[in-house]
């Protein structure tokens, strides 16, 4: 039979509730108007790239225009959520802690939403902060052509008729910005858009024995406070595209962090 034991819930009203939400939300919001690194994407590079700077005690936000992290991580290749990793990627599982199989020689395998959700973990004790509901809407430039912030708005405006909103976007400041937007590269591509950066050529096609060295290599400011990691790097520079294989991306997002930390530290 079940214990039918009465649990007492401490006596709290809607008040209390809401005035701890929007207290708790105003006073991070507030302390990360500046931060030392903007990530912009939460997918597995921009994740493993605000774990390993926040690592660092540096003040890292992550931004993320939808309702859930990881991209991709989640849920594999084709909706089938077993995640695969080239050897040396499986060294950032081992990192996390995430239990793998090696299938064949150098390949392992996965279950996507644990690694995933490890890495969300990590990156949050790390340090990192995330904001996700927030799109990219451009960059902070200052005058000497270098990248100081971005500006922002909430996800849900991009999806309202432009003749019924009029919601100006907010701006928030950072020493580096880091585009792990993924395929499209948005960062990088405002910055070609206005003309302060070449015209980006796009991914390639599939070819997964030459896209991940490749990404990992190409992994680098690309401007003057702008980093380039993740698939943002195959679009910049043209390279293949991996696939549903994830060693690559997990290990430029430690290259990221490499580069953005030896910057910060050249700051100090």
């Known amino acids: 039979m079940p214990d039918n034991k009465k649990i007492e819930f401490a006596p709290v009203g809607e008040k209390e509730v809401t005035r701890a939400i929007v207290e708790g939300f105003s006073k991070e ?117 270098r990248v100081a912030g971005i500006v922002i708005n909430w996800t849900p405006i991009a999806n309202m008729p432009k003749e019924i909103t009029c919601l100006d976007p907010i701006a928030i400041e950072s020493k580096l910005v880091i585009d792990a937007t993924g395929h499209d590269a948005y960062c990088v591509s405002r910055l070609s858009q206005q003309g302060l950066y070449k015209k980006l050529p796009g991914h390639g096609s599939m070819w997964v024995e030459k896209s991940e060295e490749a990404l990992v290599e190409y992994t680098q400011e690309v401007h003057p406070g702008l980093i380039a990691c993740g698939m943002s790097v195959n679009t910049t520079f043209g390279l293949p595209r991996m696939g549903p294989t994830f060693g690559g991306m997990l290990l430029s997002g430690k290259r990221a962090a490499e580069v953005a930390i030896n910057i910060l530290e050249d700051m100090d």
């Open 29 to 145: 919001f507030t302390e990360y108007i500046d931060s030392d690194v903007i990530i912009v994407g939460a997918g597995p590079s921009g994740l493993v790239a605000a774990k390993d700077i926040a690592k660092k005690k540096y003040k890292v936000l992550l931004v993320e225009r939808m309702n859930y992290l990881g991209g991709g991580f989640w849920i594999g290749g084709y909706l089938m959520n077993k995640v695969t990793v080239r050897a040396p990627g499986q060294t950032v599982l081992d990192e996390i802690e995430v239990p793998y199989e090696e299938v064949s020689d150098g390949l392992f395998v996965s279950d996507g939403p644990y690694a995933c959700s490890k890495l969300i973990a990590t990156a949050c004790e790390s340090g990192a902060v995330i904001r996700n509901m927030t799109m990219f809407d451009d960059l902070v430039i200052r005058e000497n052509g």
